[in-house]
């Protein structure tokens, strides 16, 4: 978590190399420019394929700038590093996911009066809101919780030992322990 900033983007994609394995793989970005050098600073080593998807926005319409979107004009589509498949250089898996994360945490909704006052308060809204999005709601897509889908065997651990049959979902003391562990 972080600020739109050249620090806070280094330190983002520095988590990311950390994270991720070394093979080859493809990041797509948005436009901002701290991602150009930072992306391939930090994941340059992982032969990574990296593109931009730069969108062109016009002039918001008159009175309409607090609710509602610029009009996208055109897009760019800048290879950056690598050789980024032209198919797959999109960034509109994580506007879905940022559009979820507004529309269900209060905390960011907009022009809400249910902000975090410190950013440890926020950090735990998110951790709640992850573990629920992932070990609690059943998506209508898969029709079961990610973590189930995944079959992961920490998972099993989890939902073996706090799982409620009548519910069919997860009890507080796991969320409980999760935020717990976060501090």
Known sequence: ????????????????????????????????????DCVVHSLGAKKIDFAQFIKIYGAPRE???????????????????????PERICTSHVERQNLTI??????LTRLTNGFSKTWENLKAAFAFFFAY???????????????WKLALPATYGLFKSYWRPSTGRLLALFFVSLLSSIQ
């Open 102 to 107: 507004r529309m269900q945490m209060r905390r």
């Open 1 to 36: 978590m972080g600020r739109r900033t050249y620090g806070d983007t280094f330190a983002f994609t520095e988590k990311i190399a950390r994270a991720t394995a070394d093979h080859n793989f493809q990041v797509s970005t948005d436009g901002f420019e701290a991602y150009r």
């Open 133 to 147: 999005y992932n070990f609690c709601r059943v998506h209508s897509s898969i029709r079961i919780t990610p973590a």
């Open 63 to 85: 009175g309409e700038q607090l609710y509602s979107p610029a009009e996208v004009l055109d897009t760019q589509v800048v290879p950056v590093y690598g050789d980024p498949d």
